[in-house]
T-cell receptor
Framework: DQQVKQNSPSLSVQEGRISILNCDYT??????FLWYKKYPAEGPTFLIS?????DKNEDGRFTVFLNKSAKHLSLHIVPSQPGDSAVYFC???????????????FGRGTQLTVWP | KAGVTQTPRYLIKTRGQQVTLSCSPI?????VSWYQQTPGQGLQFLFE???????NKGNFPGRFSGRQFSNSRSEMNVSTLELGDSALYLC??????????????FGPGTRLTVL
């Protein structure tokens, strides 16, 4: 049961343009969302996160938007650079009975390719 | 601060053997989680440890087990290896102060190949 879905397995964008990676979720108990970037044979690297009480979080070229009513979040990268080429994972976490459980639920990932 | 470290980085075993993987969390982090990544299933949660106790467990058979030591270092063990256990095993640590914004940081992973 995939509670976090990334429906686009790949995305190709020209350098300097905007990259938009999308993620949908089904569990309304998710309260914290994270994006990770992953290169082959390496562990995921934390990129940016957003709490469910916010609808936008920005960090340099990276912005994450959260639409709770639609159960949708997106990661915007502006401007895109060739070094951004990697697999991007969306992840979500549940807050249960006032405590945060450590488990992350991951999407299947989107391969972003930024070409010159 | 040093990141999450995992040893060994690569491992080749044969079916029926058992294997132990090790994870050292970021200094001061108290929670350690383990994930399995395969091409077909993506990143699947195995279990989470906090203060030497398993706090959360994913849907994996009992052949997969783990533990955490008093210094927060963790090990996971897979017994009676099967071909399907071939995967990248990732460890993640977090401070876990109870805040909803606590973030998990991943190690480089251990690539396990079962022949």
């Amino acid at each position: 049961d995939q509670q976090v879905k990334q429906n686009s397995p790949s995305l190709s964008v020209q350098e300097g343009r905007i990259s938009i990676l999308n993620c949908d979720y089904t569990n309304s108990m998710f309260d914290y969302f994270l994006w990770y970037k992953k290169y082959p044979a390496e562990g995921p690297t934390f990129l940016i996160s957003i709490s469910s009480i916010k609808d936008k979080n920005e960090d340099g070229r990276f912005t994450v938007f959260l639409n709770k009513s639609a159960k949708h979040l997106s990661l915007h990268i502006v401007p895109s650079q060739p070094g951004d080429s990697a697999v991007y994972f969306c992840a979500a976490r549940i807050r249960f009975r006032g405590s945060t459980l450590g488990r992350l639920y991951f999407g299947r990932g989107t391969q972003l390719t930024v070409w010159p | 601060k040093a990141g999450v470290t995992q040893t060994p980085r690569y491992l080749i075993k044969t079916r029926g053997q058992q294997v132990t993987l090790s994870c050292s969390p970021i200094s001061g982090h108290r929670s350690v989680s383990w994930y399995q990544q395969t091409p077909g299933q993506g990143l699947q949660f195995l279990f989470e440890y906090f203060s030497e106790t398993q706090r959360n467990k994913g849907n994996f058979p009992g052949r997969f087990s783990g533990r955490q030591f008093s210094n927060s270092r963790s090990e996971m063990n897979v017994s009676t290896l099967e071909l399907g256990d071939s995967a990248l095993y990732l460890c993640a640590s977090s401070y876990d102060q109870g805040a909803s914004t606590d973030t998990q940081y991943f190690g480089p992973g251990t690539r396990l190949t079962v022949l």
